[in-house]
């Protein structure tokens, strides 16, 4: 008897020890410890944002909301914003929110931890009902089960609401149609705007608005956002890929000797002719990224738009390039941010399985923000996992006569003992950005420092404008790769990049 009774009381002191971390856990939702004995508060998710005050050890704000590694917090009458990486997180319930991945293969884990067991994958695309998150984490309805996958990852977005009967817009308008498999909407005209969901290739909607790169258009859900008018073509009716815009003043220049001119709109068709750097052709329209050109015999052919000059392609605001800048701000300048690989190409793989093309993203996102925040126009070469060519890249810079084209890349090697970060340039003109961002760099990142190089890289070789590529490290080397991917180097690299780019317009000035 004595036995069983004190084998009850073990069952219930275990239960209870059992218990504890769990309630812990639930009565301090929502808040979180700050690590240092002062964190400033800004006004905004970024380093560039106006510090408004400070909070301490004893504080525990709470946080009502969360953008990359930045953590948003009650704070007075107001509200602020906190570097998360200087607290401890706990857990935040999320009501009628989903997730929506940004990569494919992203990994669905039993625990909120890299160690934990993967029980499942998703594809970019993918959605599910999330729960609540926990540090860099998110619980997710994952097949009839829970599962956990990290928040880098995946945008979070309000759980559709579908009683909303459809309203029939189509009759008339001009539609916009998707020309990219994965496209990001966002809740303002701006690229560091909220992310509130995803349109794919070939889906067409009605125009609601313009704003210079940026279209504001209505979805299925009967949600307005805006979306990047880069990836996708007008049209005058819902279509499915064909833009019906009448392009009889349109004319286009041939940028490479050699190019070729095809019978269909892929590059698999046969080529019809070969031109020279500096023809042009009368455009008759314009098919996903093809140019349907007259060949001025009778004949008609196909053109890929990334290796060629539009005259209308693209109207950059005047206004905006010659407002006069003032120091500290880069107002007036556009700014192309070129995230290294994407799709099929994944660029390197590192020695513990980060892809290149995730980190190249989420680096180009926050450096984007930055220069936004001094008033940069910014445009990205891609804002999702996709395939863009290297040819594209380029014609991108060109199309809009940027001040500056930012390539992003991190650097693998076969001796995985190296280490370190080097900055390349390919032509004088380029040489001095490269010196003063790599300076900005060596300010704020512990890496090696392998300084700056000529480097015969296409996006530079190519490129008219000031071009450099950033090498942000190895991640052939274990040790640098854990470090590379966390948030806190992004974070300070890209400080050290924006840095860089403000001395040197700023030294442009004087
Ligand atoms: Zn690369």
């Known amino acids: 008897m004595i036995d069983k009774l004190m084998q009850k009381m073990t069952l219930f002191i275990i239960s209870i020890v059992l218990i504890i971390p769990v309630i812990h856990v639930y009565a301090q939702e929502n808040e979180v410890s700050i690590n240092v004995p002062s964190l400033k508060v800004r006004s905004g998710p970024g380093l560039t944002f106006d510090i408004i005050g400070v909070v301490g050890q004893n504080d525990k704000p709470t946080v009502i909301g969360k953008e990359k590694d930045w953590l948003q917090i009650k704070f007075g009458n107001t509200n602020g914003w906190i570097a998360s990486w200087y607290t401890t997180s706990k857990t935040i319930e999320l009501t009628n929110k989903q997730v929506i991945s940004k990569v494919n293969k992203l990994n669905v884990r039993s625990e909120p931890s890299l160690s934990s067991a993967v029980i499942g994958q998703l594809q970019e695309g993918n959605q599910f009902t999330a729960y609540k998150t926990e540090g860099d984490w998110i619980e ?61 290739r070939n889906q067409s909607f009605l125009i609601l608005e313009k704003d210079h790169n940026w279209v504001k258009i209505k979805l299925e859900n009967g949600k307005k956002g805006w979306v990047f008018s880069f990836y996708g073509n007008y049209t005058e009716q819902p279509s499915t890929s064909t833009t019906k815009k009448d392009h009889s003043n349109e004319t286009i220049k041939i940028l490479y000797n050699g190019t070729n001119l095809r019978s269909q709109n892929n590059t698999s068709s046969d080529v019809v002719e070969r031109v020279d750097a500096g023809e042009t052709f009368t455009v008759l329209e314009k098919v996903d990224d093809w140019y ?58 590192g020695a513990l399985g980060t892809d290149e093309k995730d980190i190249t993203l989420l680096t180009a996102e926050l450096l984007s923000s930055k220069l936004q925040a001094a008033g940069a126009n910014v445009i990205m070469t891609r804002e999702s996992d996709v395939y863009v060519d290297l040819r594209k890249r380029v014609s991108i810079s060109h199309q809009v006569a940027a001040d500056a084209f930012i390539s992003l890349h991190y650097d693998a090697i076969e001796n995985s003992s190296v280490r370190g970060f080097t900055t390349y340039y390919m032509y004088n003109y380029q040489k001095e950005l490269a010196s ?37 490290g190895y991640l052939s080397n274990a040790t640098e790769e854990r470090q590379l991917t966390t948030e806190q180097f992004r974070e300070q690299a890209t400080h050290g990049i924006y840095n860089g780019i403000i001395n040197y317009f700023d030294a442009q000035i004087n």
């Open 140 to 200: 997710i309805a994952f097949n009839n089960q829970k599962g956990w996958v990290h928040s880098e990852y995946v945008t979070i977005v309000d759980q559709v609401v579908k009683d909303e009967p459809k309203t029939d817009t189509s009759s008339s308008g001009e539609h916009f149609v998707v020309s990219v498999d994965v496209l990001n909407v966002r809740s303002k005209a701006d690229l560091s705007s909220k992310n509130i969901g995803q349109v794919l």
């Open 436 to 472: 003063y961002v790599h300076k900005g760099l060596r300010d704020m990142i512990s890496l090696n420092d392998r300084g700056i190089q000529a480097g015969n890289y296409l996006v530079l070789r190519e490129n008219k404008q000031k071009a450099i590529l950033i090498e942000l």
């Open 292 to 349: 349907k050109i007259d060949l001025k015999n009778n004949t008609i052919g196909y053109v890929a738009s990334w290796v060629v000059a539009s005259n209308n392609s693209l109207t950059t605001n005047i206004e905006e390039s010659v407002a006069k800048r003032e120091k500290g701000t880069l107002k007036g300048l556009t700014i192309v941010i070129d995230a290294g690989h994407g799709g099929n190409d994944r660029g390197t793989t």
